[in-house]
C-alpha cells in the first residue's frame, strides 16, 4: 500500500525508518539524534522513477547482530498494532516493506550498521527478505570502527520519486516530525541542499503508557470473532475478562441477563460456532459498560508544542491547545491543536492554510480530504474568527493548522493508514480544541485592526495638519505672526492628539505581549 506510487515509495522508506528510530530512542530513554540523507544515485529500473538513496542514522541503543534478520526481513516481527499502545509502530506497515521494495527494484535490500553498548566494534550487513517463508536473509557480514557508542544506521537505494513540499513533500514530513517531538535533534540533507540542524527544545524522554486493552463495544462481530482466536483455548468467560477492558465478573452476571447462555461461559473458545458468538457479541453490544480508562494516552503539551513550533521557522503568532484525555467512541484520545503564522513564508491570503495531521505523533501525507481532522476544520466557522472560509471548505491564510490525536486504537479508514475514520465523537472533540485555538487566533487578528488602526489615525494626522494651518492662513489672509500662533495651537492640539494615539497604541502592544507571554506558559 505504501508503495504504490513512486512518490509513496520514498516518503514510506523514510517514516519507516524515522519510526523505529524513535520509538526505539524513546524505549531506551535515550534523547534522540537523527540523520537524514536523501539523494538520487541514478536512474531507476521502472519507468519514470529514479533511484533514490535514503540513509536514517539514530543514536539509539542498537539491535543485536542475531536480531537483523528478523527486524529488517520478517514481515510483523517487530509490529506493535493492536498492542493497545499510543506507539507509532500502529500507522506503520514495517520496515521490512521497505527492504523488500529496495530488493525488488535494485535487488539489494537494506544496508545495516548496528552497534550496542556492550560491543567494542559496529556490525555491518546486509539484509534481503525471503518473501516465501517470511524470513529475512544476513548477507556480507562484518565488524567495522563506528564513532558511535550505539546505534543504528540503514540505508535503502530503491527506485522513487522526490517531492519537497506539499502533500507528500519529504520537507513537509520532516517538519511535521520536529514539531511533535520537541526532544528530537535532526541533522537531514536533502538532494544538493545543504545539512540542516534542528536542535532540541525539550529534554525530557516522553514515558509512553502502559497497553490497555480494547474496549467490547469498539467491535464488530467479526472482529470479536477474530481477536478470540488471539487466545488459544481458554474459556469465553476468561477471554471477556483478559482480552477486554472494563468486563468483570459482575459484568458477565449482567450478560447472561441480557441474553447471553450461561452454558457458554465455561466453553472453550475453540468450540464455539459462530452462532454461539453471535449471541454472546449481541448480550455484550446490549449491555451497559463503564468508559475505558484514559490513562493510556500520551501527550506532546502545550508548553513543549509552543516551543516546539518555534523552530519551523519565525513566527508572528502562535496559539497551542492540548484538550484534556477523554473518552470517544470507548476509545481514549487526546487531540493537541497548533495554529501558527509565519513571516518567513510567502503564502498567499488567499490560499488554504497549510495542514498538518498526526496520528500517534506521525505525519500523516496522504487522502487528506476524507479524513476525520479535515472535516472537522471544514466544520468550524472561521469568519467568526477573522479568516475567510468559503462556503464547506478549508480556511484561507498564510497560517499553519497541526492536529493531533493520539490513541491507543485509532481507527483509519483503509490500509494505508492516511486517513482517520470520522465520527460525531471524534469529529466533535476535534472541533473543541478548535475552537479554543480558533479564539485565540480571534483575540490576535482583532488586537492587529486596534494598532492598524491607531497607526492610520495618527498618520492622517502628521500628514493632513499642516495642510490644514496653511490654508486657512491663505483664505482669511492672515499676517504671519497669525499663522505662526495658529502653527503653534494647533501643533499643541495635534501633538495631545498624537500622543493620545501613541499611549493607545503602546497600550495595545503591551497587551498583545503579556497574552503571548500568558499562552506560552500556559
Not at 505525519?363 to 479535515?374: E, H, N, R, W, Y
Not at 505672526?481 to 503591551?510: C, Q, T
Request: with cysteine; aromatic share 6%; charged share 25%.
Amino acid at each position: 500500500v505504501g508503495f504504490s506510487s513512486p512518490l509513496k515509495a520514498v516518503l514510506t522508506t523514510l517514516k519507516e525508518a524515522v519510526d523505529n528510530s524513535l520509538d526505539a530512542c524513546e524505549q531506551a530513554g535515550i534523547l534522540p539524534d537523527l540523520m537524514v540523507e536523501i539523494s538520487k544515485v541514478g536512474t531507476g529500473s521502472t519507468k519514470n522513477t529514479d533511484l533514490i538513496r535514503i540513509v536514517v542514522e539514530d543514536n539509539g541503543p542498537g539491535i543485536e547482530p542475531e536480531d537483523l534478520a528478523k527486524v529488517y526481513g520478517e514481515y510483523l516481527a517487530s509490529s506493535k498494532f493492536g498492542r493497545g499502545q499510543c506507539s507509532r509502530g500502529q500507522q506503520g506497515i514495517g520496515i521490512s516493506a521497505a527492504t523488500t521494495w529496495a530488493q525488488m527494484t535494485n535487488a539489494r535490500g537494506v544496508q545495516v550498521v548496528s552497534k550496542t553498548k556492550k560491543m567494542r566494534k559496529a556490525v555491518s550487513a546486509q539484509v534481503d527478505v525471503d518473501i516465501k517463508s517470511n524470513t529475512g536473509m544476513l548477507k556480507n557480514r562484518e565488524t567495522i570502527d563506528w564513532d558511535r557508542e550505539h546505534g543504528t544506521r540503514v540505508e535503502f537505494i530503491s527506485d522513487g520519486r522526490i517531492q519537497l513540499n506539499g502533500d507528500g513533500g519529504l520537507l513537509t514530513y520532516i517538519e511535521g516530525t520536529i514539531l511533535v517531538n520537541p526532544h528530537m535533534t535532526i541533522t537531514y540533507k536533502l538532494m544538493e541542499n545543504d545539512y540542516v540542524t534542528i536542535t532540541r527544545v525539550s529534554e525530557e524522554v516522553p514515558q509512553i503508557p502502559d497497553a490497555s486493552l480494547p474496549h467490547p463495544h469498539t467491535f464488530k462481530l467479526g472482529e470479536f470473532i477474530t481477536h478470540s482466536t488471539l487466545f488459544g483455548k481458554i474459556t469465553l468467560s476468561k477471554f471477556l475478562k483478559t482480552g477486554f477492558s472494563r468486563v468483570s465478573d459482575q459484568s458477565i452476571q449482567e450478560f447472561t441477563k441480557k441474553g447471553m447462555p450461561k452454558s457458554l461461559l465455561e466453553k472453550s473458545l475453540t468450540s464455539l460456532s459462530d452462532e454461539d458468538f453471535k449471541k454472546a457479541f449481541a448480550a455484550i453490544q446490549n449491555t451497559d459498560l463503564m468508559a475505558p480508562s484514559t490513562r493510556s494516552v500520551l501527550t506532546v503539551g502545550e508548553e513543549a508544542l509552543s516551543k516546539s513550533i518555534t523552530r519551523l521557522g519565525e513566527i508572528d503568532f502562535f496559539a497551542v491547545v492540548t484538550r484534556k484525555p477523554t473518552i470517544a467512541d470507548f476509545k481514549p484520545i487526546v487531540v493537541e491543536v497548533a495554529l501558527a503564522r509565519f513571516k518567513d513564508r510567502n503564502q498567499d491570503h488567499d490560499s488554504q492554510v497549510t495542514l498538518l495531521r498526526f496520528a500517534n505523533r506521525v505525519p500523516l501525507q496522504f487522502d487528506k480530504s476524507g479524513c476525520a481532522i479535515t472535516g472537522a476544520i471544514q466544520s468550524v466557522n472561521w469568519k467568526s474568527y477573522g479568516l475567510a472560509q468559503p462556503k464547506d471548505s478549508m480556511p484561507q491564510g498564510p497560517y499553519i493548522f497541526a492536529v493531533s490525536i493520539v490513541s491507543p486504537f485509532i481507527k483509519f479508514k483503509n490500509a494505508s493508514k492516511e486517513t482517520i475514520d470520522a465520527s460525531d465523537e471524534l469529529v466533535s472533540e476535534i472541533r473543541l480544541a478548535l475552537i479554543q485555538a480558533g479564539q485565540k487566533l480571534s483575540r490576535h487578528i482583532k488586537k492587529e485592526v486596534k494598532e492598524a488602526d491607531l497607526e492610520r489615525k495618527l498618520a492622517h494626522i502628521e500628514q493632513f495638519g499642516p495642510i490644514l494651518v496653511d490654508g486657512l492662513a491663505r483664505i482669511l489672509k492672515a499676517p504671519d505672526s497669525r499663522k505662526k500662533r495658529a502653527e503653534d495651537g494647533l501643533r499643541k492640539i495635534l501633538g495631545r492628539e498624537s500622543e493620545e494615539a501613541i499611549a493607545d497604541l503602546e497600550a495595545a502592544e503591551s497587551k498583545l505581549l503579556q497574552q503571548n507571554i500568558k499562552e506560552a506558559q500556559k
